[in-house]
């Protein structure tokens, strides 16, 4: 059976035939009764074509704005009865390479599910209900202002829908510690591609709980997700320090993550060795009255630089000697250059809703909407060092224009039973090319860009590297059944199972519709 499915599938992928808009019968669409509302309106049209990545425009055939998981199971079911027909569930339009896009298909806007993407908190429980269209900063401000309490694990920048990181994995500076945010869920409400309204959990239909989770859209849209919740501490201690050898920022990484004992918060990111206001040493220090020394620098340093950023929780009521202490303590372990230390104590909400101020600095000028061919990545241990003599200390000796993140990972930390896919190993490298260009970059400038991405993944796949695509994007079955290895053919079971018509996610480009002649 699963051979037959493969078969079909693949064949179906290769089909040349892609149904022009004046063939596709959208009189389906008449007879569909929803409280919310559909809109064929060209500029809403062409929002829902676009995304942060900035590099496809596709036009859907119209936007529906639901007014709750019914109004999404009745659109699913309604597309079910056309042939050719699709349905993408779009968040927050953070996807980088129109996975949340549908040509000539429709596209539910979720962040419109209006009330139903209200945000319950169960003290008792510990656990919030909240809409799969709810923003991970609105989840953060409710739980926290309101409960004192906060999701265990997050993501870098949080105005991204709660449906959507589930839909990938969701890692930030925490998971070392809790796992992804796919981790830290006990329930979920699904609409799947056969227009069911489902409540799945890890006891309760659970193949379509984890096929789901890292699922990419594929089996089915999240409506309503149960996230864990823990005390939320009052401040953070925030803290970079520099390294100028591989190996021993890695090490120190590794020994953080791995040690019961730990800051609450590990990240690193490479940085080059020069004044460049973006790529270079001023991109360090985290406020103005901070200043980087490179005079403290061996005189042997490459042209790159590592930074392993830290951050430690505490409450109001923890005496300053007592997190010094613990601070001083954690520190105390690591190998980092002695003068290059940078640190600084902000709220809880203010250190996790960071990346904000950043957006709105590029907003101010111009260049969040500006393309974003940015790559990301988990390298196994086992390859990350020559990864990076090969990658960050020569191909992206210069910078990207943007951070360049890489941290470790712990592999026992994700459930092998979602539906996410990691390199092998305990322990693998979350890597992460966020490239930026100025407000009017010219196409050849992108080009560069994407060309560049493109030469680091053929390095990978020269020198052998055991790697996975985060956020992968891939435009043949072929590489998405590389990309899956082993697991390719359970994720075409659950393909079968959940969405046999493959109405779903067609811009991730794993699946098409079955053209019934």
């Given at each position: 059976?699963?051979?037959?499915?493969?078969?079909?599938?693949?064949?179906?992928?290769e089909?040349?035939?892609?149904?022009?808009?004046?063939?596709?019968?959208?009189?389906?669409?008449?007879?569909?009764?929803?409280?919310?509302?559909?809109?064929?309106?060209?500029?809403v049209?062409?929002?829902?074509?676009?995304?942060?990545?900035?590099?496809?425009?596709?036009?859907?055939?119209?936007?529906?704005?639901?007014?709750?998981?019914?109004?999404?199971?009745?659109?699913?079911?309604?597309?079910?009865?056309?042939?050719?027909?699709?349905?993408?569930?779009?968040?927050?339009?953070?996807?980088?390479n129109?996975q949340?896009?549908?040509?000539?298909?429709?596209?539910?806007?979720?962040?419109?599910?209006?009330?139903?993407?209200?945000?319950?908190?169960?003290?008792?429980?510990?656990?919030?209900?909240?809409?799969?269209?709810?923003?991970?900063?609105?989840?953060l401000?409710?739980?926290?202002?309101?409960?004192?309490?906060?999701?265990?694990s997050?993501?870098?920048?949080?105005?991204?829908?709660?449906?959507?990181t589930?839909?990938n994995?969701?890692?930030?500076?925490?998971?070392?510690?809790?796992?992804?945010?796919?981790?830290?869920?006990?329930?979920?409400?699904?609409?799947?591609?056969?227009?069911?309204?489902?409540?799945?959990?890890?006891?309760?239909?659970?193949?379509?709980?984890?096929?789901?989770?890292?699922?990419?859209?594929?089996?089915?849209?999240?409506?309503?997700?149960?996230?864990?919740?823990?005390?939320?501490?009052?401040?953070?201690?925030?803290?970079?320090?520099v390294?100028?050898?591989?190996?021993?920022?890695?090490?120190?990484?590794?020994?953080?993550?791995?040690?019961?004992?730990?800051?609450?918060?590990?990240?690193?990111?490479?940085?080059?060795?020069?004044?460049?206001p973006?790529?270079?040493?001023?991109?360090?220090?985290?406020?103005?009255?901070?200043?980087?020394?490179?005079t403290?620098?061996?005189?042997?340093?490459?042209?790159?630089?590592?930074?392993?950023?830290?951050?430690?929780?505490?409450?109001?009521?923890?005496?300053?000697?007592?997190?010094?202490?613990?601070?001083?303590?954690?520190?105390a372990?690591?190998?980092?250059?002695?003068?290059?230390?940078?640190?600084?104590?902000?709220?809880?909400?203010?250190?996790?809703?960071?990346?904000?101020?950043?957006?709105?600095?590029?907003?101010?000028?111009?260049?969040?909407?500006?393309?974003?061919?940015?790559?990301?990545?988990?390298?196994?241990?086992?390859d990350?060092?020559t990864?990076?003599?090969?990658?960050?200390?020569?191909?992206?000796?210069?910078?990207?224009?943007?951070?360049?993140?890489?941290?470790?990972?712990?592999?026992?930390?994700?459930?092998?039973?979602?539906?996410?896919?990691?390199?092998?190993?305990?322990?693998?490298?979350?890597?992460?090319?966020?490239?930026?260009s100025?407000?009017?970059?010219?196409?050849?400038?992108?080009?560069?860009?994407?060309?560049q991405?493109?030469?680091?993944?053929?390095?990978?796949?020269?020198?052998?590297?055991?790697?996975?695509?985060?956020?992968?994007?891939?435009?043949?079955?072929?590489?998405?059944?590389?990309?899956?290895?082993?697991?390719?053919?359970?994720?075409v079971?659950?393909?079968?199972?959940?969405?046999?018509?493959?109405?779903?996610?067609?811009?991730?480009?794993i699946?098409?519709?079955?053209?019934?002649?």
């Amino acid at each position: 059976m699963l051979a037959c499915l493969v078969e079909r599938f693949v064949a179906e992928n290769e089909a040349d035939s892609i149904p022009e808009p004046e063939k596709i019968d959208d009189g389906v669409l008449k007879n569909l009764d929803i409280e919310g509302s559909i809109d064929y309106g060209l500029t809403v049209t062409g929002l829902a074509g676009k995304d942060f990545g900035g590099m496809y425009a596709v036009k859907p055939l119209a936007v529906v704005r639901p007014a709750g998981a019914d109004d999404v199971a009745r659109v699913i079911r309604q597309a079910l009865h056309s042939p050719t027909l699709t349905v993408a569930a779009r968040g927050n339009g953070h996807s980088i390479n129109g996975q949340a896009m549908a040509h000539h298909g429709l596209v539910i806007d979720m962040k419109s599910l209006g009330d139903n993407n209200r945000i319950d908190v169960n003290v008792s429980t510990m656990y919030a209900d909240v809409g799969g269209g709810a923003l991970w900063a609105d989840v953060l401000k409710r739980c926290v202002l309101g409960y004192g309490l906060a999701p265990i694990s997050w993501t870098d920048y949080l105005d991204l829908t709660v449906g959507g990181t589930l839909s990938n994995a969701g890692v930030s500076g925490q998971a070392f510690r809790y796992g992804p945010q796919t981790s830290t869920v006990t329930e979920l409400e699904v609409v799947t591609g056969n227009g069911e309204r489902t409540v799945c959990s890890n006891s309760q239909n659970s193949e379509l709980f984890f096929s789901v989770l890292g699922g990419l859209g594929q089996f089915g849209i999240i409506t309503r997700a149960r996230v864990m919740l823990q005390p939320a501490p009052d401040m953070v201690r925030w803290i970079r320090v520099v390294y100028s050898e591989f190996d021993e920022f890695t090490r120190d990484a590794e020994l953080l993550v791995m040690s019961p004992e730990s800051f609450d918060y590990v990240e690193g990111f490479v940085f080059v060795n020069s004044d460049d206001p973006v790529n270079g040493w001023p991109s360090v220090p985290l406020d103005s009255n901070h200043s980087f020394d490179p005079t403290q620098l061996p005189t042997n340093t490459g042209p790159v630089l590592y930074c392993l950023e830290v951050a430690l929780h505490y409450h109001n009521h923890d005496h300053p000697t007592t997190v010094n202490m613990m601070v001083e303590k954690l520190l105390a372990r690591l190998r980092f250059i002695e003068h290059l230390r940078f640190e600084a104590d902000m709220t809880y909400m203010d250190f996790l809703l960071r990346v904000k101020r950043v957006e709105q600095m590029a907003r101010d000028n111009g260049i969040w909407d500006a393309p974003h061919p940015w790559l990301n990545m988990f390298v196994s241990k086992r390859d990350i060092g020559t990864f990076n003599r090969i990658v960050f200390q020569n191909i992206l000796k210069d910078g990207i224009n943007g951070p360049m993140l890489t941290y470790p990972l712990i592999r026992s930390k994700w459930n092998n039973r979602s539906s996410v896919v990691l390199p092998k190993g305990e322990i693998f490298y979350l890597v992460a090319l966020l490239r930026f260009s100025h407000a009017h970059p010219k196409e050849s400038e992108i080009n560069e860009m994407v060309a560049q991405n493109q030469e680091i993944l053929q390095t990978c796949i020269n020198n052998g590297f055991d790697f996975k695509l985060y956020l992968p994007h891939y435009k043949s079955t072929e590489e998405w059944k590389k990309h899956f290895g082993d697991q390719w053919g359970r994720f075409v079971e659950r393909k079968s199972q959940f969405d046999p018509k493959a109405v779903l996610a067609p811009g991730q480009k794993i699946f098409t519709r079955n053209h019934q002649r």
